[in-house]
């Protein structure tokens, strides 16, 4: 007989969980508010990859259609159609009355990486006639020889992997348009430059966008707003400023552009240390005015209010991301939806009451919620993964605050093991997060839960250079990487341990990916308290890596100038350098087409190590690109976990210790 503390056992996350786990997003709410189309990501065991399938759903009778695999672009201005795009690159028009899809164009991408905050939109044009789209124009001209690659810029990498050529082509995006009816579309920009980031003026004539114009676009890494007329192809510059512009957004009264925009004299691709803010512009062009600076934070996802009168966006603060609004007029700044949580993505119902939203919590994945009653209410819309869910026992994080060395408040959550006793002593693993200005919290990480089921405590951090604590805090990393914030971790580490006793000090474990990795490289150079570390993507040697990574800015702008001007601090902060002081054992796990952090960072530790004689492995996965992405190909990502728990069981030391 099957006592009761039997069948109440708990059960955490385990390994073929990961494929069960479905990820919704890029929610689109219909002018009629009738309609809701979002995309669901699902593992598909078979291929061995990821659908990211197009789900329309009826608000009223909560009736599902599948439209195939790819994205929902835009509902049209009457709400009567969709249009949406295949995994292979083609624009389609789907019809909600007749339950039908019509092909509209093909559009092709270009492989050239431009920023992580350019949007790949296509737009419908507010009077319902025409779609405008970037795309890559088709050369006809073959390479003299395809052994020989010539390389004359510096942008020559990709993102990498999930089948993608590592190397860009020489397309750049233009702006083209095409009627809702069909035919073929016709170009309205062209030239040496790329364009990206649509928006439609309400009248229909004009297109705002970004391009990026200066004398070496693919080396300065500067972004202005620029305005085409469709009708006579006449291209006006509208911003001059320092630093980048994102994702421009047209008022509906036609008044004004909203944009996301840093000021920094230094640019980077990826994550800058600066937070994004939105400005406002003329339409004609002029001067800036930012709206958010008394804010803090880092600002996204802009939304207008139908009445032009308030921006909605979303910004993280402390661990929790939360959606707000400013008054354009007044510059006030109103919390929208707050509470616990993280909300990735939102839109605003026809009339502004309302809104959809996407939100995770640090023990249940993202779903879409809907507010009622102009906020009054709450409604979950999708039920993704709630039948599983309930056979789960997913710890929360209980977040914590302490004083680092300096006396800087520094914020951390702590995860408990699944089935925690009373009686025991728990191992702790410390997981770092990338960027380095990413922002821990309340969102759902997997890591944490595999971990608390595998009998490990997770804690993680946020040390200085995380967003979400201000701009002084995020810059804490600036010409410093494993200064002030390995103190902060350490300081942390010792803060939950002290403060814990059930934390086992002797057995202590860390891992992190990319920014994460660099850390976990870094910390097992400074300190042999770790009794394991396993680094997923990360950063050995910044001297190097500033020359190989598609990110070769981010030194740039992380270090205050030319790389080669700065040798000396790259390598003062590389891990490299130190690991003859190494004596963690070290599991190094790295894509092999991973262009951001490329895969010579992870030889180059590897072999010092290894003729250092640390315990260390390390492990390729071929045609993987970065880390701890969505799209990791589930049998990898099932492999890497399970190497991750093992190794940590092999070194950790995970034999119960009772008090």
Known sequence: MISMEEKAAPQGLTIDDLTRIKKVGAPLLSPANDFLVYQRSVADADENDWQDLIVLLSLDARAETVLGKGTAHAWSPDGKELLYETENGALHIYTVQNIESRFLAQRHASSRFINHLAADNCIWSPD??????????IGTAEPENQAIRVIDDLLYKTKGGRGRDTYAGSEQLHIYLIPVTGGTPWLLTSGIYSEHSLTWSPDSRHIAFISNRTEQPDDIQQSEVWKVDIETKTVIQLTDQKGLTYQPAWSPDGKHIALLATSGP?????????????????PCGG????????????????RWHPSGRYIYFIAGDRGDTLIYRVDIETSIIETIQEGTGCISEFCLDAEGENLVFVKSQSNRPAEIFHTKNQHAAIEQITQENTAWLATKTLQPAGTFWFDSF????????????????????????????????NMFGQDFDERMHLLSAA????????????????????????????????????????????QHAWLDAARLGVTGQSYGGYMTNWIVTQ?????????????????????????????????????????DLLWQWSPLRNVSQVTTPILLLHGETDNEVPFSQAEEMYVALKKAGVKTKLVQYKGEGHGWRPDLKPRNKADLNTRMIAWFDTYVTTTSNEQ
């Open 128 to 137: 319902g006639t025409h779609i405008a789209y970037a795309g890559a124009a």
């Open 266 to 282: 230094i640019g980077t691709n990826d994550s800058p240390a600066e937070d994004t803010h939105i400005a406002l512009i003329d």
């Open 287 to 302: 001067a800036f005015r930012y709206l958010t600076k008394s804010l803090n934070r880092r600002i996204e996802h802009i």
């Open 406 to 437: 300096d006396g800087t408040r520094v914020q951390g959550w702590l995860v408990p093991p699944v089935g925690q006793e009373q009686t025991k002593k728990y191992p702790l693993i410390l997981v770092i997060h990338g960027g380095p200005h």
């Open 455 to 498: 009998g490990y405590a997770v804690v993680y951090i946020n040390p200085r250079g995380s967003h979400g604590y201000g701009q002084k805090f995020t810059n804490g990393t600036l010409t410093n990487w494993g200064g002030g914030d390995f103190q902060d971790l350490m300081a942390g580490v010792d803060f939950v341990l002290d």
């Open 527 to 567: 300190t042999s308290r770790f009794k394991a570390a396993v680094a997923d993507g990360g950063l050995s040697n910044l001297v190097s890596f500033a020359g190989t990574s598609l990110y070769y800015s981010l030194m740039e702008s992380e270090f205050g100038g030319r790389a080669f001007d700065r040798f």
